[in-house]
Each structure stands twice: as structure tokens, then as C-alpha cells.
């Protein structure tokens, strides 16, 4: 009997769980669509537009690139070993790598960082407004929200993220052939190889790219308004942004690369 | 715009600060191992069940993308050289290897981690510290040592869970999405992955788990009085987590194939 309560119980949390997260992901794309067509119709705040994106986009650089680059590193010398288990040579990598680069692991690893650091910045912003009740004194003075506040964030973050997708795969690029120079001698004119990528994968990255630009911005600012009274709800809010970045980040790239995959 | 008025000032404050981060964490792991026989087991018991419970369902999803995504980024190879036989390998290999301990590291940052620190800096914000310390009751042995063993002992099993649902989410993609039979999938998975290749995932796990819940500890407990310092705490410590997972994962891979 025990068994069977066990089961009961996590037949009961998974419905609540599936609840849950089609409630967010349904308000979630309420609040991009919102955004979207408030960002047509209305007049842009530019300046705070620049500064979003000075935030979103410059700030960020420097931990970008020390992402991307260890990933670099750490995926050349798997496949650098790899090649030569297989076929004794590590000539031949640069290719699949800079095709892996554009089509998963620049959106995907960049995505995930991005996730961690703009979704949670914008949400702590976002959470700690509303809790010191500036929110409500915005609304009070006749300003529009989703106007105001979201689309300077979502416009930067749409366009900084897919300019910081671009140059991650750079400096992938650059720091894989450095490794496979000096781990495996390979030289960078034959390491650097754009034979192996094909139209479907540019397609595929940027499709990814721009997707995740849309999402991280206004995942951020969903979970900074889910927040009610307290200074604990902080915390809490600054945790689900990065639940949920990470989650639609993963969820992203898997429906794109299906697509992609019965597509092509 | 500092760094372009005066690069050596921007450079020598970044070291700094970052010298003072790492000293404080290392000082925070030399505090905790030499308490730990002291733990309380009532919270470790908790702990070991929230954290646990908490990150099943963010676990069981890692391992759902893992499989999927390794499942269809191989498969474009395998339908270009039509090798179905390798497959499985090629899943289970860098799923296990690389990308499962890496998510599930990124991911237990982001829910646990995360969690961790805004906990503990809420606590020293509203002085619940310091009466724990007038109570006599020590923080680092009541609240810290419970936590670095319950993360520890939740992420090394939690990972055995995610790359069972790697692997099961792979078969189910591969005959979905590539056509490819159960039979074929797992004959490639169990006859050419290593037993190395599971316990090398774990190993990394076991170290991201040591690592997350320093940092994360290390900035709730520094967190300055004020309660808007939270949401840029808990900020800080997860870019620094994720940082430091992908570091350690480099270091652990040349270690491992070397």
C-alpha cells in the first residue's frame, strides 16, 4: 500500500508541477506578445534603451568571454583526443567544431550564461521596485508599464544578446584554434575551416539566437513582478528567473533544433 | 569607464576583489572541515530532503534536454554518414562525460545555489545570525556544515538520475526523430561506453557540488544589511558559480584525459 501512496503523491506533484509551469509559460508569452506590440505602437525611451543595452550587452562582455573561452578549450581537447583514438590525427576537427559552435553551443552555453546573469539582474531590479512600491507610484502617475520599464529592456536585450551570441562563437573560434595549435599542432589555416557550415546551420543559430534574445529580457521581468511584500521575495524572484531562463533556454534550443532537424 | 581612464587602477581593484572572494571562501571550507563532526543531524536529515526533493523535477528535465539535444545534434551527423550504429555512443558519451554533469552543475546552481544564498543573506539582513549566535548556537555547524553535505551527497546522486533520463529520452528521440530501433540505440550505448565515462560525470558532479555550495554559502553570509543587496547577491554568486563550474571542468578534463 505504501507503494501505491508513494506513486499517488507523485502523480499529484507532477500534475501540480505541469500546472504550474503552463501557467508561467502561458503568462510568459502573454507578456512578450504585450511587449511586442507595445514596442510598434508606442514611442521608444531611447536613453534608457542605451542604457539597458550598455548593461545587457558591454557589461557582460568580459564574462562571456571567459565562458567561451574555457568551452573552446575544453571542447578542442575532447575532440582533439577523440580524433586521434580514431583515426590518429586532430586535422581534421576544426570543421565540426565550427559547425557545432554556430548551429548549438554558441546559443545554447551563451544562452545558459545570459540566463544566469541578465534574467537575474533585471529580476532583482524589477522585484526590488515593485516591493519599495515604486511600481505602483509609476502606474499612479499615469505611466505605462509594459511602455516604461519592459520594452527598453526588451529591445536591448533582443538586439545585445544576439550581437553577444556572434561574438561568443568568435572568440570560441579563436581560442579552439589557439588550443589545437599548441595541444595538437594543428595550424590555424587548417583548423579554421568553414567548409562544414551550411546555410541550415547559420539559419539554425540565429533562429536560436534571436529566440533566446526575446526570452531573456522578458523572463526577467515577469518573474521581478511576480513578487509580492517582503524582502525575501528578492531572493525568491532573483532564483525563479533563473529557473526559468535556464529552462526556456534548454527548451528553445531542443524545439528549434527538432525543427531544424525534420526540416532540413 | 574607469578602464579607459586608468586600465592598472581597473585591473589591480578587479584582482583585489577577487583575491578577497577566494581567500574568504577557502578560509569558509577551512572553518567547515574543521566542524564537521560536529553537525547537526536533524538539519542534515531536512536538508538532505529539501534539497533533494526541491531539484528532482529541474533535475528530471536536465537530463530530458541533455538526451534530446545530444540525441539530435548527432543525429544530423548520423544521417549524413549513415552510422547508425554509433548513436548511442555518441549520446551516452558526451551526455555522460561532459554535458550532464555540466547542466546539472549549472542548474543545481541556479535552483539550489541560487536559493542558498538568498536564505542565509535574508537571515543576516533580518539579524537572525547574530541571534543564533546569542543563543550559543554556532551558524557554520547549525545552518552552513548541514548544507555543504546535503548539496554534496544530492548533486552526485541527482546526476545518476539525470543521465538515466538522458539516456531514456535519447532512445525515445532516436526512434521518434531518426527511426533509429531501440535495440540498435542501446546495443551501441552498452557495448561501447566505458564504465569511466559514468564515474568520471560523477566525479565532476561531486566537485561542482563542493564548489556551489561554498560560493553560495560564502555570499549569503557576507550579504551587507540591507535588504535590496539581495537580489544582486544572489546575482554575483551565481555568475561566479557558473565561472567557476566551467573553469573546474576544464581543469577536471585535462586532468581525466591526460
Request: proline share 2%.
Given at each position: 500500500?505504501?507503494?501505491?501512496?508513494?506513486?499517488?503523491?507523485?502523480?499529484?506533484?507532477?500534475?501540480?508541477?505541469?500546472?504550474?509551469?503552463?501557467?508561467?509559460?502561458?503568462?510568459?508569452?502573454?507578456?512578450?506578445?504585450?511587449?511586442?506590440?507595445?514596442?510598434?505602437?508606442?514611442?521608444?525611451?531611447?536613453?534608457?534603451?542605451?542604457?539597458?543595452?550598455?548593461?545587457?550587452?558591454?557589461?557582460?562582455?568580459?564574462?562571456?568571454?571567459?565562458?567561451?573561452?574555457?568551452?573552446?578549450?575544453?571542447?578542442?581537447?575532447?575532440?582533439?583526443?577523440?580524433?586521434?583514438?580514431?583515426?590518429?590525427?586532430?586535422?581534421?576537427?576544426?570543421?565540426?567544431?565550427?559547425?557545432?559552435?554556430?548551429?548549438?553551443?554558441?546559443?545554447?552555453?551563451?544562452?545558459?550564461?545570459?540566463?544566469?546573469?541578465?534574467?537575474?539582474?533585471?529580476?532583482?531590479?524589477?522585484?526590488?521596485?515593485?516591493?519599495?512600491?515604486?511600481?505602483?507610484?509609476?502606474?499612479?502617475?499615469?505611466?505605462?508599464?509594459?511602455?516604461?520599464?519592459?520594452?527598453?529592456?526588451?529591445?536591448?536585450?533582443?538586439?545585445?544578446?544576439?550581437?553577444?551570441?556572434?561574438?561568443?562563437?568568435?572568440?570560441?573560434?579563436?581560442?579552439g584554434a589557439i588550443t589545437a595549435k599548441h595541444l595538437f599542432n594543428v595550424p590555424y589555416e587548417v583548423f579554421i575551416n568553414f567548409q562544414f557550415v551550411e546555410k541550415s546551420d547559420i539559419i539554425q543559430g540565429v533562429v536560436k539566437s534571436f529566440a533566446i534574445g526575446a526570452f531573456i529580457p522578458i523572463i526577467g521581468v515577469y518573474s521581478g513582478l511576480m513578487s509580492n511584500e517582503g524582502s525575501k521575495s528578492v531572493g525568491d524572484s532573483t532564483t525563479r528567473a533563473v529557473v526559468m531562463g535556464l529552462s526556456a533556454v534548454g527548451m528553445i534550443d531542443l524545439v528549434v533544433g527538432g525543427a531544424m532537424f525534420i526540416l532540413t | 569607464m574607469n578602464i579607459i581612464?586608468?586600465?592598472?587602477?581597473?585591473?589591480?581593484?578587479?584582482?583585489?576583489?577577487?583575491?578577497?572572494?577566494?581567500?574568504?571562501?577557502?578560509?569558509?571550507?577551512?572553518?567547515?572541515?574543521?566542524?564537521?563532526?560536529?553537525?547537526?543531524?536533524?538539519?542534515?536529515?531536512?536538508?538532505?530532503?529539501?534539497?533533494?526533493?526541491?531539484?528532482?523535477?529541474?533535475?528530471?528535465?536536465?537530463?530530458?534536454?541533455?538526451?534530446?539535444?545530444?540525441?539530435?545534434?548527432?543525429?544530423?551527423?548520423?544521417?549524413?554518414?549513415?552510422?547508425?550504429?554509433?548513436?548511442?555512443?555518441?549520446?551516452?558519451?558526451?551526455?555522460?562525460?561532459?554535458?550532464?554533469?555540466?547542466?546539472?552543475?549549472?542548474?543545481?546552481?541556479?535552483?539550489?545555489?541560487?536559493?542558498?544564498?538568498?536564505?542565509?543573506?535574508?537571515?543576516?539582513?533580518?539579524?537572525?545570525?547574530?541571534?543564533?549566535?546569542?543563543?550559543?548556537?554556532?551558524?557554520?555547524?547549525?545552518?552552513?556544515?548541514?548544507?555543504?553535505?546535503?548539496?554534496?551527497?544530492?548533486?552526485?546522486?541527482?546526476?545518476?538520475?539525470?543521465?538515466?533520463?538522458?539516456?531514456?529520452?535519447?532512445?525515445?528521440?532516436?526512434?521518434?526523430?531518426?527511426?533509429?530501433?531501440?535495440?540498435?540505440?542501446?546495443?551501441?550505448?552498452?557495448?561501447?561506453?566505458?564504465?569511466?565515462?559514468?564515474?568520471?560525470?560523477?566525479?565532476?558532479?561531486?566537485?561542482?557540488?563542493?564548489?556551489?555550495?561554498?560560493?553560495?554559502?560564502?555570499?549569503?553570509?557576507?550579504?551587507?544589511?540591507?535588504?535590496?543587496?539581495?537580489?544582486?547577491?544572489?546575482?554575483?554568486?551565481?555568475?561566479?558559480?557558473?565561472?567557476?563550474?566551467?573553469?573546474?571542468?576544464?581543469?577536471?578534463?585535462?586532468?581525466?584525459?591526460?
Amino acid at each position: 500500500m505504501f507503494i501505491f501512496k508513494l506513486l499517488k503523491d507523485f502523480a499529484l506533484y507532477l500534475g501540480g508541477l505541469l500546472v504550474y509551469s503552463q501557467k508561467h509559460s502561458d503568462g510568459i508569452i502573454r507578456l512578450l506578445l504585450k511587449t511586442i506590440i507595445t514596442s510598434f505602437t508606442s514611442k521608444l525611451r531611447l536613453k534608457e534603451t542605451i542604457k539597458q543595452a550598455y548593461f545587457i550587452g558591454y557589461k557582460t562582455i568580459p564574462f562571456i568571454s571567459i565562458i567561451m573561452g574555457i568551452l573552446g578549450i575544453i571542447l578542442v581537447t575532447e575532440f582533439g583526443m577523440q580524433g586521434i583514438k580514431i583515426t590518429g590525427t586532430a586535422t581534421e576537427v576544426g570543421g565540426p567544431y565550427l559547425q557545432l559552435i554556430v548551429r548549438q553551443f554558441g546559443p545554447f552555453i551563451t544562452g545558459m550564461m545570459l540566463a544566469n546573469r541578465v534574467s537575474t539582474s533585471i529580476s532583482a531590479e524589477i522585484s526590488s521596485m515593485k516591493i519599495t512600491d515604486q511600481i505602483d507610484a509609476l502606474k499612479m502617475n499615469g505611466a505605462d508599464i509594459t511602455q516604461y520599464l519592459i520594452v527598453p529592456r526588451f529591445i536591448a536585450g533582443f538586439f545585445m544578446i544576439f550581437i553577444l551570441i556572434i561574438y561568443a562563437v568568435l572568440v570560441a573560434e579563436i581560442s579552439g584554434a589557439i588550443t589545437a595549435k599548441h595541444l595538437f599542432n594543428v595550424p590555424y589555416e587548417v583548423f579554421i575551416n568553414f567548409q562544414f557550415v551550411e546555410k541550415s546551420d547559420i539559419i539554425q543559430g540565429v533562429v536560436k539566437s534571436f529566440a533566446i534574445g526575446a526570452f531573456i529580457p522578458i523572463i526577467g521581468v515577469y518573474s521581478g513582478l511576480m513578487s509580492n511584500e517582503g524582502s525575501k521575495s528578492v531572493g525568491d524572484s532573483t532564483t525563479r528567473a533563473v529557473v526559468m531562463g535556464l529552462s526556456a533556454v534548454g527548451m528553445i534550443d531542443l524545439v528549434v533544433g527538432g525543427a531544424m532537424f525534420i526540416l532540413t | 569607464m574607469n578602464i579607459i581612464y586608468n586600465p592598472i587602477i581597473f585591473i589591480g581593484n578587479r584582482f583585489l576583489s577577487y583575491i578577497t572572494v577566494i581567500g574568504g571562501i577557502l578560509l569558509l571550507l577551512v572553518e567547515i572541515i574543521k566542524k564537521i563532526f560536529k553537525i547537526s543531524y536533524k538539519e542534515l536529515i531536512y536538508e538532505l530532503y529539501s534539497i533533494g526533493v526541491q531539484s528532482l523535477p529541474i533535475i528530471f528535465m536536465t537530463g530530458v534536454f541533455v538526451g534530446t539535444i545530444m540525441v539530435i545534434q548527432t543525429g544530423f551527423y548520423v544521417r549524413a554518414y549513415n552510422i547508425t550504429e554509433v548513436l548511442g555512443w555518441g549520446a551516452g558519451f558526451t551526455g555522460f562525460r561532459e554535458v550532464a554533469p555540466l547542466m546539472v552543475g549549472l542548474m543545481f546552481s541556479g535552483r539550489i545555489g541560487a536559493n542558498n544564498t538568498a536564505e542565509l543573506a535574508s537571515m543576516k539582513v533580518s539579524e537572525q545570525l547574530d541571534a543564533l549566535e546569542i543563543l550559543t548556537i554556532d551558524p557554520i555547524t547549525y545552518l552552513i556544515i548541514p548544507r555543504f553535505i546535503a548539496i554534496i551527497i544530492m548533486i552526485t546522486l541527482l546526476t545518476v538520475i539525470a543521465d538515466f533520463m538522458t539516456i531514456l529520452s535519447g532512445v525515445f528521440t532516436a526512434k521518434l526523430l531518426l527511426g533509429i530501433d531501440y535495440h540498435i540505440f542501446l546495443d551501441s550505448f552498452f557495448s561501447y561506453i566505458k564504465i569511466s565515462d559514468f564515474t568520471t560525470g560523477l566525479m565532476k558532479s561531486f566537485v561542482f557540488g563542493i564548489m556551489i555550495s561554498l560560493i553560495s554559502s560564502y555570499y549569503g553570509l557576507n550579504a551587507k544589511r540591507s535588504s535590496k543587496s539581495i537580489g544582486f547577491l544572489v546575482n554575483t554568486s551565481v555568475v561566479f558559480t557558473a565561472t567557476g563550474i566551467f573553469l573546474i571542468d576544464y581543469i577536471l578534463t585535462t586532468i581525466f584525459e591526460l
